[in-house]
């Protein structure tokens, strides 16, 4: 029995043996499995780079190429790579991390009166009805993120790690934004407005990085773990501590 099997046979022993008129046992369980499923499938898995970015962005467009780049780069360097195993950037880095040789993961999430189809350069393809769920994997295995142009989505997953790095849930591990010139009006308001303001401090500022180059990005991620001991590299941010 692994891990997540036994966590999902003692929370049916808490909610009352999985009776279905336990309040709410069948969601829970639902959310729980997903839990522990995924958490199984990527316990073991080398260090990794988390992807955000939009769906919308087609293949061939500068941003699509350049986070294919950079998944490349950053896979060969011994990173897997993590996305949302959708189409756009999220299959640009599952691709660039296939032609890099390290494991592809693709993060499925799915969604109300949307078919998305996984795109095909996932070697681990997990599949989440839940986005909480879905968003705490994402962050507990990382490494590192790459955030690339994006909508509300890209914006919510980059916000919250930054959140969770502000508020000391979660160690400070590089955060890449690429494309200066998509994320410039958004860290202009970040320093002219929130800074000014005093809702932010200075060293929030110093949460994340604005690179354009895929080479150089791959520079900073292995620089910054160049060094450090093996256990911090193996297990990065521990954001959610033992699932």
């Known amino acids: 029995m692994s891990k997540g099997e036994k966590v999902i046979e003692e929370l049916l022993d808490v909610i009352g043996s999985g009776r279905p008129e336990a309040l709410g046992a069948d969601q829970l369980v639902d ?22 970015g939009s769906a ?4 061939g467009e500068p941003a699509w190429e350049s986070a294919r780049e950079t998944a490349r780069l950053l896979s060969e360097s011994g990173f ?11 299959e640009a880095a599952n691709r660039g991390a296939r032609e890099g ?13 949307r078919t998305e189809p996984p795109n095909d ?11 909480f769920v879905r968003k705490a994997i994402f962050v507990h295995f990382a490494a590192a993120f790459v955030v690339m142009p994006g909508g509300f989505g890209t914006l919510d997953e980059f916000l919250e790690c930054l959140t969770l790095m502000q508020t000391d ?16 009006g958004l860290t202009d ?21 604005v ?12 620089e910054y773990y160049a060094g450090r001991a093996a256990d911090r590299l193996a297990d990065p941010g521990g954001i959610l501590g033992p699932i």
């Open 121 to 131: 350069y996932q070697d681990i393809s997990l599949h989440f009805h839940h986005f």
């Open 56 to 59: 919308r962005i087609q293949v």
């Open 169 to 184: 849930k979660a160690h400070r591990i590089p955060v890449i934004l690429m494309d200066s010139g998509f994320w410039t």
């Open 101 to 113: 040789g390290s494991p592809s993961v693709g993060l499925n999430i799915q969604l109300p009166g």
């Open 31 to 52: 959310i729980m499995t997903e839990f522990t499923q995924s958490y199984d499938r990527l316990t073991g898995l080398q260090p990794a780079v988390s992807f955000f």
């Open 189 to 209: 308001w970040f320093q002219d407005t929130l800074l000014s303001r005093g809702t932010i401090a200075e060293r929030d500022l110093e949460a994340f990085r």
């Open 80 to 90: 897997a790579i993590i996305s949302g195993g959708g189409p756009g950037i999220m």
């Open 211 to 222: 690179i354009d180059q895929p080479g150089k990005v791959r520079d900073a991620v292995v």
